[in-house]
């Protein structure tokens, strides 16, 4: 089977992977420092979370209690998330390459985008992963918001 290119699929793969760990970056980035600075939590909490997805609820501390810091869960944690941020990239490309966008409009979309994802994930997935649900907050919400905007902004620069 003949690989796909650029030209007949009018996507920039290299742009969708650069972009979805780019966001993802500044995502769990902006998700550990707020949890610690407004939010008066662990910053090994979100990647603690995410890390259970794989690893299961039994590596989640008790209620109240900061996770202790342990270097697999945090890198099946970052994995995890890092993983799932090109899906996402993927998934949002895919969406948006339909449409003729500039980059503010397309960066507007990565906003609605990010928005769509926290739905899923916190209100969705909380079916699957219940420990998703005491993250519904506002540092969650514009970290998602944040991480949709990079996403569409960096996808916008690349291709």
Same mark, same amino acid.
């Given at each position: 089977?003949?690989?796909?290119?650029?030209?007949?699929?009018?996507?920039?793969?290299?742009?969708?992977?650069?972009?979805?760990? @780019?966001?993802? =970056?500044?995502?769990?980035? +902006?998700?550990?420092?707020?949890? !610690?600075? #407004? &939010?008066? *939590?662990?910053?090994? /909490?979100?990647?603690?979370?995410?890390?259970?997805?794989?690893?299961?609820?039994?590596?989640?501390?008790?209620?109240?209690?900061?996770?202790?810091?342990?270097?697999?869960?945090?890198?099946?944690?970052?994995?995890?998330?890092?993983?799932?941020?090109?899906?996402?990239?993927? @998934?949002?490309? =895919?969406?948006?390459?339909? +449409?003729?966008?500039?980059?503010? !409009?397309? #960066? &507007?979309? *990565?906003?609605?985008? /990010?928005?769509?994802?926290?739905?899923?994930?916190?209100?969705?997935?909380?079916?699957?992963?219940?420990?998703?649900?005491?993250?519904?907050?506002?540092?969650?919400?514009?970290?998602?918001?944040?991480?949709?905007?990079?996403?569409?902004?960096?996808?916008?620069?690349?291709?």
């Amino acid at each position: 089977m003949a690989e796909e290119t650029e030209a007949q699929t009018g996507v920039n793969w290299k742009a969708v992977i650069l972009a979805g760990l @780019i966001a993802g =970056l500044v995502f769990i980035v +902006m998700e550990m420092v707020l949890v !610690a600075v #407004v &939010g008066g *939590g662990s910053p090994l /909490g979100p990647p603690t979370m995410i890390g259970a997805i794989v690893l299961g609820p039994e590596v989640l501390p008790e209620q109240g209690t900061p996770p202790p810091f342990d270097m697999g869960v945090f890198l099946t944690g970052q994995i995890v998330h890092f993983v799932l941020s090109v899906v996402l990239a993927v @998934i949002f490309v =895919l969406i948006a390459r339909r +449409m003729a966008l500039g980059t503010g !409009a397309l #960066v &507007g979309l *990565g906003v609605v985008f /990010g928005l769509l994802v926290y739905f899923v994930n916190f209100y969705g997935m909380t079916a699957v992963f219940p420990w998703f649900a005491m993250a519904r907050n506002f540092i969650t919400i514009a970290s998602h918001l944040v991480f949709g905007a990079v996403l569409a902004w960096a996808y916008a620069a690349f291709r």
